[in-house]
């Protein structure tokens, strides 16, 4: 005899049979160029090209050699970036993303942010090391109108970071449409080193993103309840189609994945080598030769393509196996640089006595575009964890998936601190996993365990990095005492 449902089955059965129904009209809808695993996202033909522009070294207002101070403007504007018409999007200092901040390890560092926009905005510093008041995250509102300007002393190696609004529920909304740039950590150790340096000849920034834009050249930035629908077309610093004209020889790119759902698998046309040298928190501690290398949202990598007299006249990066960025080999020699088998001394190279150490667990659970960490939605009133200052503990990280389908994964970000990734899965990191990091991706059914220490006081945060998760609550804060 068959079971009669209770009403509240039959409830339970139309919600799961409808999430699976807008489901599969989601994946049906989708390019078919889209449906990669791991949030990816492949784009279309490549066109002729567009030359790539590159964000402006953001003028040093402060005489003192020992100090920097910027002012950023978040403002309203509008980017053309096809031929069909122009997009409304936010930058800072511009219509469209914003410049490269500059700054020296032990250097005082003052940062005037003036809110030109017509809504409330943080900005965050991703991957500085500061005190909780200076994070930029939720808690740190500038109302239209106003200023914010934190002040502190840089306390970290060479790197690459990078800045973006965190205002609580708007953060994908305010990223999507251009509110990101890049900061470069600089110290005498890695100045020292005989690598390529020179900004905009033999050293770039490559910020990848993902768009959709509707016919009048607009976006078209569309989430659903199932999650973020993914832009078919790519970017690098805001340039469609780009290409780039570089010297030969050993020429330096630092990757950016700034996109707020899609990772990234970059690889070369012709099939050569990438060599890592850095990732989010700085130098790795030897060159890293890779075939691919794949950013999560959020994520940072340094790498370095030789250009010889070998190499083809054009190369493309690929993204995904689609074109990204062509690369027009010129005639003209890079500056004499060479690639050292040590980059770093500051990686302590084992983790012998992590077991005497505190633990935290973190589980990851989505449905669609929420999501929770430990069972729980963001509350920006509600501290989850307490830690001491000064003192290293063991983060273990789970991803436990999705309910009723799998996620891909998600890319775990900690606030005020650059970690160590002890293992995956029981396992020892590959070598690009070695370094100092601020963001780790975390498949379905992965473990990670991080060697975590917090040097400064305050309330942060910890996060999915899939921007539409956490702006529906798939984070939580931790105090720092």
């Known amino acids: 005899m068959r079971k009669k449902l209770k009403g509240s089955d039959v409830v339970l059965f139309s919600m799961v049979a409808v999430i699976l129904i807008l489901g599969a ?3 049906m809808t989708m390019p078919k160029a889209l449906l990669n695993e791991d949030n990816s996202v ?19 207002l402060d005489p003192d050699p020992l100090a920097a101070r910027y002012e950023l403007t978040a403002a309203r504007g509008e980017t053309q970036f096809t031929g069909s018409g122009s997009a409304q999007t936010m930058g800072y200092n511009g219509t469209y993303l914003g410049p490269i901040l500059r700054m020296r390890n032990g250097e005082r560092v003052e940062i005037r942010v003036i809110n030109a926009l017509d809504a409330a905005t943080t900005v965050h510093w991703h991957g500085l090391i500061v005190d909780g008041e200076q994070d930029g995250g939720p808690h740190q ?25 965190h205002l609580q529920g708007e953060t994908a909304n305010q990223v999507y449409f251009g509110l990101a740039g890049l900061i470069y950590i600089e110290d005498d150790q890695a100045s020292a080193l005989p690598l390529p340096k020179i900004y905009g000849v033999d050293d770039f920034p490559l910020i ?13 930035y569309q989430t659903t309840m199932m999650g973020v629908v993914p832009g078919d077309q790519l970017m690098v610093n805001g340039t469609l189609a780009p290409y780039l004209e570089v010297p030969r020889g050993l020429v330096r790119f630092r990757l950016l994945n700034a996109s707020n759902a899609v990772n990234f698998d970059f690889t070369l046309s012709d099939g050569s080598d ?7 928190g700085g130098l790795l501690e030897a060159p890293v030769v890779r075939r691919n290398i794949e950013l999560a949202p959020g994520e940072r990598a340094e790498v370095i393509v030789d250009f010889s ?19 027009r080999v010129q005639n003209e020699s890079a500056a004499q640089t060479t690639l050292p088998s040590t980059l770093s001394y500051l990686l302590p190279g084992t983790f012998d006595n992590v077991s005497d150490l505190p633990v935290r667990e973190f589980y990851l659970e989505s449905m669609g575009i929420s999501g929770t960490i430990n069972g729980k939605t963001y509350d920006l009133h509600r501290i989850d964890e307490v830690v001491s200052l000064n003192t290293p ?3 273990v990280v789970r991803n436990t998936g999705g309910m009723m389908m799998p996620t891909g994964g998600h890319p775990f970000h900690i606030h005020s601190t650059q970690f160590r990734v002890i293992s ?12 100092f990091k601020d963001t780790v991706f975390v498949r379905d059914g992965e473990e990670v365990r991080l060697l975590v220490n917090f040097a400064r006081p305050g309330v942060f945060m910890y996060h999915c990095h899939i921007l539409e998760h956490e702006d529906n609550g798939m984070m939580g804060q931790f105090r720092v005492e």
């Open 25 to 27: 009209v989601l994946i």
């Open 42 to 60: 492949v784009a279309g033909p490549k066109p002729e090209g567009n030359p790539l522009k590159l964000p402006a070294l953001l003028e040093d």
């Open 141 to 165: 509102v500038i109302l239209p109108g106003d200023s914010w300007t934190p002040e502190f002393v840089v306390e970290q190696p060479s790197a690459t970071l990078w800045y973006h609004p």
């Open 208 to 220: 990848v993103q993902d768009r959709s834009f509707n016919a009048d050249g607009g976006f078209n």
């Open 274 to 280: 990438l060599t890592q040298i850095a990732s989010d």
């Open 309 to 327: 007299s070998g190499k083809e006249q054009s190369v493309d990066l690929m993204a995904n196996s689609a074109p990204l960025l062509e690369f």
């Open 393 to 395: 503990e063991v983060w």
């Open 424 to 435: 995956r899965n029981g396992e020892t990191p590959p070598p690009w996993e070695q370094g």
